[in-house]
Every structure is written in structure tokens, then in C-alpha cells.
């Protein structure tokens, strides 16, 4: 052996890789940080959002244009995507009539 290397093109086509697998460089860690600040800053402020409702925050008024997909997997890493607790989610409604002096029947509220 001439001590000369192979071509990436014959190097590819002898292992069945495309070229542009080859040369691929994920450029995904740091963008996914600030992906992750973004999303941990947005729940605190409003509890009461869903999803779509971050991301169209995220795109709309803050100006970033990352997928969705992208969004919705670190949303889902940060553990986000969790049901609110059933009796949390009744003691707010119940806060609500009460603050705004609603009677309700004892037989509609069941809370044990």
C-alpha cells in the first residue's frame, strides 16, 4: 500500500454513507440551553398556559424561529408536559367562586 488514503467519496460509497451524514455537525447543545432557559422562565410567570400557547410566545413576540418539534422535546425533557394535580386544579376553581361570591350546592363540590 502506497501509504495514500482513501477518498471520503469511496470511503462513503464503500460503506453506504451518504456524504452529507458524513460531514455533519449537530450544532444543537448550546441553542438547546437556551431553548431550556426559555422555557424554565415562561412557567413561572404563567402557570396557566399550555404549549402551544409558550411557543407561539417564543416565535411571536419574542422573535425566535425554532421548530416546534425541536421546542416540544426539550419542553418534555424539562418535564413541563405533566397534568396539573386534580385537586390543585378544584381549589382554584373553588377560589374562584369564592373570590367572586358564588354559592355552590355541597352536592357539586366533592373534594375528599
Not at 17 to 44: G, H, N
Not at 70 to 85: A, D, T
Request: charge should be positive; proline fraction near 4%; hydrophobic fraction near 40%.
Amino acid at each position: 500500500m502506497g501509504g495514500r488514503l482513501p477518498s471520503i467519496r469511496h470511503a462513503c460509497e464503500t460503506f453506504d454513507v451518504s456524504q452529507t451524514a458524513y460531514r455533519y455537525v449537530p450544532k444543537r447543545p448550546d441553542e438547546d440551553a437556551l431553548i431550556a432557559d426559555w422555557l424554565m422562565r415562561l412557567p413561572t410567570a404563567l402557570q396557566d398556559w399550555g404549549f402551544g400557547l409558550f411557543f407561539l410566545h417564543l416565535r411571536n413576540v419574542k422573535g425566535f424561529g425554532w421548530n416546534h418539534k425541536r421546542v416540544y422535546r426539550i419542553y418534555r425533557e424539562l418535564e413541563l408536559n405533566l397534568r396539573i394535580n386534580i385537586l390543585s386544579k378544584y381549589s382554584i376553581v373553588l377560589s374562584y367562586f369564592d373570590d367572586n361570591n358564588v354559592k355552590l350546592s355541597s352536592r357539586y363540590v366533592s373534594i375528599s
